[in-house]
């Protein structure tokens, strides 16, 4: 970095000192802490996206949200030039100058690293970040902070998008790099041609029920509310009516509201409440990255039958199979162009389309044995959104979902060249043949889908879309299976890198003995599952249990907790 270079950014630093005696870390989330506490963190992010578009010489993307967090927090992320969350490389990265302790010891860093990873700052190539921000009240002053970071460096511009959710930003990010239009009103184009695609390829069914033929949405009074009413304005046969959408009277950003509120604690939201017995009602999160549904089965009960994540990726496996299953059955793979799909280069041999459906270890084992009982492929990752998103690459297609509502498909760009080439060539024939809507489905789920992040608006749509087709009520669909009991508990402990895991964090390889401990309670219970790991951020250990009855689950998850006390040494379960 050349010397005046180094001073102007020294200059922009010292107008946001940071806060003494507070310690950032930047995991799946960014950044997050108390709005009025985050200036000095975001302005040095700002910093950080804009090296990032130095560096991968494409868009970055930063986004001011905390997501399922009170209103009074906030935080920042970095969107990478694919639409995904930044590279863990970069992490420590981030942890290092948002804490560094003044604009001297920033700058330094800042230096050493541009060193060490060879970025050029104001050559020929101008850099682009994408900045967004929801509607959190201490998010326009943040938003300014990103901007003066990115502008303090060299040959790099901030654009701002406005007010946007999560998702929308990491789908522009993704988009502009694709070279693909990329504004806002092109992201309502995109899902609302795609749903209008599905909805005309639908089988004509029986409709879903009295008084449940749209969705109410819960929108966390937060910003997918906001978008939400914006995307109704392109959208053809699909009813949704939306509560807490943050206007005056209806409460604050995630108060007793919004997805997280309610996989959590398993009851209605503000603005629910007996009327709404039997309709299907969706809950997004504060920046609309989270969806679940649930429905009210009486009005004197204040619970809430609850369709999470985990339901969720089964819908989208079952709609996915049926359209790979009709393309399989019309015309066999030996003599169908699906056969040039997977040609292997270093020989001829070849394979169908691969499936792959991904899981945490706190998936409902339910939802897994129902999967696999459909003969679909299953693998598990460690616990965190990247390690799933990752994961699902390796795939032509990948479903992944946590039980918060977390999740997408991902389609592989050698799949999506084979079925818009063998729609092409199907499209000769005289008739549209189930085969070819089959193909014309998987393309506009493509489309449809946020293939960059977890989007509860693309979601909620992709959701109505197949019920719709299935002509199923949200009851029908909750029947696919009964999900197990199950029971969480965080076990104190001295120093949580005692516990060391492995097979995706569900079995323990130290302490010795500890998981021939865990494997001997669970044999005591009917359809028992048990777990431990290490906590990512404070000194505990998380237990997971799950068994046929809520008492089993309770007592396995107490026999296993005891178990992780006597060995890691203890303080108490909480």
């Not at 005309?200 to 409709?207: E, G, L, N, T």
């Not at 789920?445 to 977890?454: D, E, F, K, P, R």
Request: with cysteine; glycine share 10%.
């Amino acid at each position: 970095m050349e010397e005046a270079d180094r001073e102007v950014l020294l200059q922009a630093a010292s107008l946001f000192p940071p806060p003494p005696g507070i310690r950032f870390a930047y995991g799946t989330a960014g950044f997050r802490y108390n709005g009025l506490l985050l200036s000095s963190t975001v302005f040095r992010v700002g910093v950080l996206a804009a090296l990032r578009s130095l560096k991968t010489r494409s868009v970055t993307g930063l986004m001011i949200t905390a997501s399922h967090n009170p209103a009074s927090d906030n935080g920042v992320k970095v969107a990478d030039p694919g639409g995904g969350m930044l590279t863990q490389e970069w992490e420590p990265f981030a942890d290092a100058i948002a804490n560094a302790v003044n604009a001297e010891n920033f700058v330094q860093l800042i230096d050493e690293f541009i060193k060490k990873q060879g970025i050029l700052c104001g050559d020929t190539y101008s850099g682009v970040v994408l900045v967004a921000r929801d509607t959190r009240p201490s998010g326009e002053e943040l938003l300014s902070a990103a901007i003066q970071g990115i502008g303090a460096v060299k040959g790099v511009m901030a654009v701002d998008m406005g007010i946007l959710t999560t998702p929308q930003l990491h789908w522009m990010v993704r988009s502009r790099n694709k070279g693909m239009p990329a504004t806002e009103s092109d992201y309502y184009m995109q899902l609302s041609s795609s749903v209008k695609i599905l909805m005309s390829a639908r089988p004509k069914v029986q409709k879903l029920g009295p008084h449940i033929e749209g969705v109410v949405v819960d929108g966390a009074n937060g910003v997918g509310a906001k978008k939400l009413y914006t995307l109704q304005q392109f959208l053809e046969g699909i009813e949704v009516n939306i509560r807490n959408s943050g206007r005056e009277g209806e409460g604050g950003l995630n108060d007793s509201v919004g997805a997280d509120f309610v996989q959590k604690e398993k009851i209605t939201p503000s603005g629910f409440g007996g009327d709404d017995v039997g309709k299907r009602c969706a809950s997004l999160d504060g920046d609309a990255d989270r969806l679940v549904y649930f429905y009210i089965s009486s009005p004197e009960k204040k619970g809430v039958e609850l369709i999470d994540g985990d339901k969720i990726l089964t819908l989208f496996a079952i709609f996915i199979k049926q359209q790979l299953d009709s393309i399989y059955n019309q015309e066999k793979m030996e003599s169908s162009p699906a056969v040039r799909l997977a040609q292997n280069p270093s020989n001829e041999e070849c394979h169908s389309i691969a499936l792959g459906i991904v899981q945490t270890a706190y998936a409902n084992g339910a939802s897994t044995r129902y999967l696999r009982e459909l003969g679909l492929e299953i693998v598990f990752t460690s616990t965190g959104v990247k390690y799933l998103h990752e994961k699902a690459t390796e795939y032509d297609i990948g479903i992944y979902f946590e039980a918060n509502g977390h999740g997408t498909i991902l389609f592989s760009e050698k799949l999506l060249l084979w079925l818009k080439a063998f729609n092409e060539e199907l499209s000769s024939a005289s008739t549209v043949s189930e085969q070819r809507r089959a193909v014309q489905r998987l393309l506009a789920i493509s489309s449809l889908i946020n293939q960059a992040v977890g989007d509860a608006l693309s979601g909620l749509l992709l959701v109505e879309v197949i019920l719709h087709y299935m002509g199923w009520s949200i009851q029908t669909w909750n029947t696919l299976y009964q999900d197990l009991p199950s029971r969480q508990l965080k076990v104190k402990v001295a120093d949580r890198t005692s516990i060391v895991t492995t097979d995706a964090e569900t079995r323990v390889v130290r302490p010795l003995g500890l998981q021939e401990a865990i494997d001997s309670e669970v044999v005591k219970y009917s359809m028992g599952r048990a777990f431990v790991r290490p906590s990512g951020t404070e000194d505990v250990v998380r237990v997971y249990a799950e068994a046929l009855t809520q008492e089993e689950a309770d007592s396995l998850g107490q026999a296993i907790a005891m178990h992780v006390r006597q060995f890691v040494g203890l303080e108490s379960s909480m």
